[in-house]
């Protein structure tokens, strides 16, 4: 029950207006130590272009399955999920979203879709991409936490940093689905070095306070192999 409890204090937390935020010289402040605490901007430059694969039970089911996801910074993501009796890819290319499912033909994404694809991306933003976003960012502080607000054509993501550690432990998106604003929270655990890089090796993932998935990192490839090729259905 714990998870379902921080994502309930969050959301007043993250309802503030912003003018309670401090001024931007402490926000980078903040993004610094983010910076330093992930390895150092040279190390965090691995993650421009990287891959992730992921081991994932959806809790619905109790269902298990892989997700890999290739990032190539600043805007080119693919996701590819596959259970036992389905798969799914997505594929997001500055403004362009595609997706497919099982062995069906490739269709644009829905307007809902794209947002989540959209957001995905967001939460895969490294300290140094929300630095270079740095006017775009606002700042409140909270207890432990400290909330980076960033919002995005009508997305929003909060990036929660642990102010005793400096590094982001949950990330809450905001977006609308038919009309209703849907929050959804990743919680970020079991935080190691990969040749000099900070990671977080699980995550926990609930959409408005249900958990969906539980995921492990299986492999990272960081400098990945990456070009427009990779990105295009």
Avoid at 23 to 42: D, H, N, P
Wanted: hydrophobic share 40%; charged share 25%.
């Amino acid at each position: 029950m714990r998870p379902l409890f921080c994502f309930a204090v969050l959301i007043p937390l993250l309802s503030l207006p912003y003018d309670v935020y401090p001024q931007s010289l402490e926000r980078e402040s903040v993004l610094q130590k983010l910076i330093e605490s992930y390895g150092g901007e040279t190390n965090l430059r691995k993650l421009e272009r990287m891959v992730q694969e992921w081991d994932m039970v959806a809790m619905m089911g109790n269902r298990h399955g892989k997700d890999v996801r290739s990032i190539r910074v600043p805007d080119q993501l693919k996701v590819e999920l596959t259970y036992p009796d389905k798969t799914e890819i997505r594929i997001l290319n500055g403004e362009k979203a595609r997706v497919a499912f099982n062995n069906d033909p490739w269709r644009a994404a829905s307007a809902p879709q794209q947002d989540a694809m959209r957001l995905q991306l967001m939460r895969l933003y490294s300290p140094l991409v929300l630095r270079d976003k740095g006017d775009s960012l606002k700042l409140m502080l909270d207890g432990e936490y400290c909330a980076l607000s960033l919002v995005e054509r009508g997305i929003r993501a909060d990036y929660l940093v642990n102010q005793d550690t400096w590094r982001i432990e949950k990330v809450v998106g905001t977006l609308w689905i038919n009309d209703t604003e849907m929050r959804f929270l990743t919680e970020y655990s079991d935080f190691k070095f990969v040749d000099g890089t900070l990671v977080h090796q699980r995550e926990n993932k609930f959409a408005a306070n249900v958990n969906t998935a539980v995921l492990q990192l299986r492999n990272i490839e960081f400098n990945a192999d990456l070009d427009d090729s990779s990105f295009t259905p």
